[in-house]
């Protein structure tokens, strides 16, 4: 369900006469933060971003809550293809935004299933990418209500991917036995492969 700090530009001192010699005054040297000091990436997709400008916070904070403002259903899409991310961390769901976007897709981001419930009832998806861990309600609750109401969180044609960190995870197999579609390690995605995925799942 991603800064690098420059070092201050160092002016010489200048003396006030041009005939008195000027002497270079030692600068201290400065702080230099290791690698490790870093905030590390949520994942592999975060960890090939990590190197792009962070927006303003209140500018980050805006664009995201209008990304991920619902649709009345009567909107038109124009043909693209509706996408649902339903991740709780902050980072990684922007970052799953930003790059369904940027392939052409209409996306939307849930922080948890009670708000990608909303969302589906309200507008429908082509294909939700559905977290399993997720407080207030996780990804097997989720999946169970969307199966046990097709027709008010979707019209049975809906694919649904879930989306999870442990390769081998019980909770997964538990996904695939309600009818979830197939499943996605975020450990192990490249932000390439999972353009490739959703484009699979929506063929």
């Given amino acids: ?10 002016k010489p001192s200048t003396s006030d006469s041009i005939d008195t010699p000027t002497t270079d005054t030692p600068q201290p040297e400065a702080d230099k933060t290791s690698e490790a000091d870093q905030t590390p990436g949520v ?8 190197s792009e400008p962070v927006q303003d916070k209140a500018e980050s904070s805006t664009d995201e809550a209008t990304k991920e403002e619902s649709v009345p259903a009567s909107s038109d899409s ?5 996408v649902l991310i339903v991740e709780d961390e902050r980072d990684a769901r922007k970052i799953y935004l930003d790059l369904l976007e940027g392939a052409g897709y209409e996306v939307a981001g849930a922080e948890n ?15 939700v990418l559905l977290d399993i861990i997720m407080p207030e309600m996780d990804g097997i609750e989720t999946l169970e209500n969307i199966k ?17 960190n442990i390769g ?15 499943y996605m390690l975020k450990s192990e995605t490249e932000p390439a492969d999972l353009i490739n995925i959703v484009e699979k799942y929506l063929e």
């Fill in 1 to 10: 369900m991603d800064n690098n700090n420059q070092d201050p530009v160092k």
């Fill in 43 to 50: 994942d592999k997709i975060s960890e090939a971003f990590k």
């Fill in 78 to 82: 124009g043909g693209l293809k509706r």
């Fill in 113 to 127: 299933g009670k708000e990608a419930l909303t969302q589906m009832e309200q507008k429908q998806f082509d294909l």
């Fill in 148 to 164: 046990k109401f097709p027709d008010k969180y979707g019209d049975g044609k809906m694919k649904i991917l879930m989306l999870s």
């Fill in 168 to 182: 081998g995870d019980i909770a997964i197999d538990k996904a695939m036995e309600i009818g979830a579609d197939g």
